[in-house]
């Protein structure tokens, strides 16, 4: 096993661990979980022997093994707690996912500027003002959070975030923001997801008309 992670290995181990806990067996190679995610063999191989030293050539890792190492690996098993900034239609939609909680992340409030007009739970969720952000941070001891206010308000909210000693940061916001160093950003772009997937499909519909039309007789 070897020392510390890559950024792109840490990338890929969730969708690994989702893998093989949905697996039936005792034994699994990285060609069968290679096969099974439609990914290159060499990589999987790679990735799999810097998380785990058990696997053997032919046999491949005993999945109990691989899977308890990829939790340590994640963290999975020292639970995070997290808040959602921003109520509403994303934020909401997030607080009633529950599969944060299969990789140690516990969402255990939520935060909005309008909470006038917004319930003070969603589910068991409390919804609280933004003014208590930094008091309920430092009781209850959080260290991430997830942004997903409009553009125009991500940076104050950011910055409130940071103030209130939050070190990890899921960024939902469809702008870059600003944080001091010792303070991580994770993008999630989904309007550059959606370019991407339009030009996959344009791709494949262009494909598709060239194949029909180049095969007609003039």
Do not use: W
Request: some cysteine; hydrophobic content about 45%.
């Amino acid at each position: 096993m070897q020392g510390t992670l890559s950024r792109a290995t840490l990338g890929r181990l969730p969708m690994y661990l989702r893998y093989i806990r949905r697996t039936n067996t005792d034994k699994i190679s990285a060609t069968q979980i290679a096969k099974g995610l439609g990914l290159g063999e060499v990589q999987v191989r790679k990735d799999l022997a810097s998380v785990c030293a058990e696997g053997l050539p032919k046999v491949g890792y005993p999945v109990s093994a691989l899977r308890r190492d990829m939790e340590r690996a994640l963290g999975v098993n020292v639970p995070v707690s997290a808040v959602i900034i921003g109520a509403g239609k994303l934020g909401s939609a997030l607080m009633e996912y529950d599969g944060f909680a299969d990789y140690g992340m516990k969402i255990v409030a939520a935060f909005d500027q309008r909470t006038s007009a917004l319930p003070d739970h969603h589910g068991s969720i409390p919804v609280y003002p933004m003014d208590r952000l930094s008091g309920f941070c430092a009781s209850q001891h959080v260290q991430a959070g997830i942004l997903t206010v409009p553009a125009a308000s991500a940076q104050s909210a950011a910055d409130a975030m940071v103030a209130a000693g939050l070190t990890a940061i899921l960024n939902f916001a469809p702008v870059q923001i600003k944080v001091p160093s010792g303070v991580t950003v994770q993008q999630e772009d989904i309007a550059l997801s959606l370019a991407y997937l339009h030009m996959a499909a344009s791709e494949t519909f262009k494909q598709e008309e060239e194949e029909q039309y180049g095969n007609q007789s003039i």
